[in-house]
């Protein structure tokens, strides 16, 4: 049974270009959310995607959006990226009844901003 | 506003001792605090739970323990195994979302 994947591992990125990252749920998970984890943070809860629409949202400017697609995919959009856009870039897949209380996380993607 | 706080940002145990992870928080307005494990270049994962009316919480050589006066939970692990290092993040759950607040985690090492 596949965990949460996402693509790619790592990237790296010239400040002002645009940026898709890209989620696949776990198995039987219908609900994605997005972390970001700068250096030395904690994950910071970026938006919550269900039924293929925005059901909740964090702190974090416009430049960040996301979508949703039929099979419960996801991906996340970064646009004219900034230096402190450098993190790791964090999936989370759940049932809806769950919520953050059943996350499974997958392995993140490590975003280089230069 | 950062409403979990880990302010030891690492800790080192000999193998077979106990380990203590603590985190404070300044809002009670909870469901859960969950803690999570994080190995390098993998996603956090679950490790145990406390819900706000409990006190305590247990899971083989895991316990949480909640001191709601003092606002403050603390993660035991007994014995600690070298398999235990990694980073320990406490989290918490909004009451009505659904999101996760995390604190900045605590790096445990255990020495063999």
């Known amino acids: 049974d596949a965990g949460v994947t996402q693509s790619p591992t790592h990237l790296i990125k010239t400040r002002g270009q645009q940026v898709t990252l890209r989620c696949s749920p776990k198995s039987g998970h219908d609900t994605v959310s997005w972390y970001q984890q700068a250096l030395g943070q904690g994950p910071q809860f970026i938006f919550q995607?269900?039924?293929?629409?925005?059901?909740q949202r964090g702190n974090f400017p416009d430049r960040f959006s996301g979508h949703q697609f039929p099979n419960y995919s996801s991906e996340l959009n970064v646009n004219a990226l900034l230096l402190g856009d450098s993190a790791l870039y964090l999936c989370a897949s759940s049932l809806p009844h769950r919520g953050a209380y059943g996350y499974t996380f997958g392995s993140g993607t490590r975003l280089t901003v230069v | 506003d950062q409403q979990v706080k880990q302010n030891s940002p690492s800790l080192s145990v000999q193998e077979g001792r106990i380990s203590i992870l603590n985190c404070d928080y300044t809002?009670?307005?909870?469901?859960?605090f969950l803690w999570y494990k994080k190995y390098p270049a993998e996603g956090p994962t679950f490790l145990i739970s406390i819900s706000s009316i409990k006190d305590k919480n247990e899971d083989g050589r895991f316990t949480v323990f909640l001191n709601k006066s003092a606002k403050h939970l603390s993660l035991h692990i007994v014995p600690s195994q070298p398999g235990d290092s990694a980073v320990y993040f406490c989290?918490?759950?909004?009451?009505?979302?659904?999101?996760?607040?995390f604190g900045t985690g605590t790096r445990l090492t255990v020495i063999p």
């Open positions: 809002n009670s307005m909870f469901d859960y």
């Open positions: 995607y269900y039924e293929e629409e925005e059901r």
């Open positions: 989290a918490r759950v909004q009451t009505g979302a659904n999101n996760l607040f």
